[in-house]
């Protein structure tokens, strides 16, 4: 796994960098202060997990939306002191794929970097309970469902709902992964959202179970009963 390590504080990110070395599953290629303004230095040394070391503030989860938004394809794990269950869920809201507490042992954060590292997310069951109940949450009247997506942005959102990458919608569409990135940025817009996890939310509260993402058609609004 190519892991970036990411802390203002010097002797603890040397420390990470250190201890996550002495793992055969671990490679370091990035060790920053902090996430650099240009994403194109973590495209280039083609990190796949970041492990950020964080409080959980506002300015922090700025930041994860904002590299959500820039590079998707990069999977963000927080290191935090204490990662409570509002700041779980804000993290993931803002793109982060989970938080591990500063006080987990090596094996623990080992294993949730390659949970991230596989595009799942590493939270903890009340979190995780409570994605489901907002998924699960009875729908509301849909009056305008479509928000100006296209027929091709619908198909690329119902794709990412199902779980695929970023190179496997490109490969199913016959597309570049930069086409996807551009649909996915225009698709986040559109529907206001800032990560995968609610764009997914978006659509499974949005279209009919029974539709699938072959469809090429955005959902249907409801008739006007006489």
């Known amino acids: 796994m190519r892991m970036g390590v990411i802390s203002r504080l010097?002797?603890?990110r040397r420390g990470l960098c250190a201890l996550l070395a002495t793992s055969k599953s671990c490679s370091i290629v990035l060790d920053l202060p902090a996430i650099p303004e240009d994403v194109e230095v973590l495209r280039k040394a083609q990190a796949e997990v970041l492990l950020v070391q964080a409080s959980g503030s506002a300015a922090d989860l700025e930041m994860l939306s904002r590299l959500q938004n820039l590079a998707p394809e990069i999977k963000t794990l927080l290191l935090i002191d204490s990662p409570q269950e509002e700041i779980e869920f804000e993290a993931i809201r803002a793109g982060s794929y989970g938080c591990?507490?500063?006080?987990?042992?090596?094996?623990?954060?080992l294993k949730a970097i390659r949970v991230v590292g596989r595009g799942e997310l590493w939270v903890s069951r009340l979190v995780a309970a409570r994605f489901i109940r907002k998924l699960l949450q009875p729908e509301t009247p849909r009056l305008s469902l479509s928000n100006?997506?296209?027929?091709r942005e619908w198909k690329v959102l119902g794709l990412l709902a199902s779980g695929s990458r970023n190179k496997e919608i490109a490969n199913r569409l016959s597309v570049s992964e930069n086409t996807v990135k551009t649909h996915l940025y225009t698709i986040y817009r559109k529907i206001n959202v800032d990560c995968r996890l609610a764009a997914t939310l978006y659509y499974f509260q949005n279209v009919k179970s029974d539709e699938t993402t072959e469809s090429d058609a955005p959902p249907t609004k409801p008739q006007k009963q006489e």
């Open 10 to 12: 010097s002797l603890s």
């Open 100 to 109: 591990i507490s500063n006080a987990s042992d090596l094996n623990t954060l």
């Open 148 to 151: 100006g997506l296209t027929p």
